[in-house]
T-cell receptor, first 112, second 114 residues
């Protein structure tokens, strides 16, 4: 049973517009959420994270929003650039000694 | 520079052979992890270790084995019992198992059974 779900396998956005990637989770114990970016044949790189005590975290063009009541988080990229084209993974963890759980990823294509 | 090094980048294995994937980190991280990526499957946890000389099975441990004799090293052996070993394997580490911190990943090993 998937604890972290990314229901959109792919997303296409025009350069300069906003990209919104969504993620849902089922485990109420999760209190730490992350987004990773991955290029083919490379390891994922960390983008941004958010703790459950916050509902928003911003880092440059990237903003993550957390809605705990809906068990939903989203990553906003503004403005989108062609170099943002990659697979984005949502991940979640619980305090203590549990490994991160990853979603299946969303492939973002930013079209020039 | 600190980081995680996986080797080799590409590995070919004949059916029935065991192979070992290397993962070394010099970040002084406590916890290390092995994930497997298949198309459309995301990252699935194989094994993890939160301290030297201790490790736990993840969601898809069957056909794999690991060891954690040193803090810096967490090798993964893909045994002949693994029915479908062709995949992209990713090693990761985290600073402290008890804190909410990000995981850092290596560049991955592409294993192909021929």
């Amino acid at each position: 049973d998937q604890q972290v779900k990314q229901n959109s396998p792919s997303l296409s956005v025009q350069e300069g517009r906003i990209s919104i990637l969504n993620c849902d989770y089922t485990n109420s114990m999760f209190d730490y959420f992350l987004w990773y970016k991955k290029y083919p044949a490379e390891g994922p790189t960390f983008l941004i994270s958010i703790s459950s005590i916050k509902d928003k975290n911003e880092d440059g063009r990237f903003t993550v929003f957390l809605n705990k009541s809906a068990k939903h988080l989203s990553l906003h990229i503004v403005p989108s650039q062609p170099g943002d084209s990659a697979v984005y993974f949502c991940a979640a963890g619980a305090s203590g000694n549990t490994p991160l759980v990853f979603g299946k990823g969303t492939r973002l294509s930013v079209i020039a | 520079d600190g980081g995680i090094t996986q080797s080799p980048k590409y590995l070919f294995r004949k059916e029935g052979q065991n192979v070992t994937l290397s993962c070394e980190q010099n970040l002084n991280h406590d916890a290390m992890y092995w994930y497997r990526q298949d198309p459309g499957q995301g990252l699935r946890l194989i094994y993890y270790s939160q301290i030297v000389n201790d490790f736990q099975k993840g969601d898809i441990a069957e056909g794999y084995s690991v060891s954690r004799e040193k803090k810096e090293s967490f090798p993964l052996t893909v045994t002949s019992a693994q029915k479908n070993p062709t995949a992209f394997y990713l090693c990761a580490s985290r600073k402290n198992r008890n804190l909410n911190t990000e995981a850092f990943f290596g560049q991955g090993t592409r294993l192909t059974v021929v």
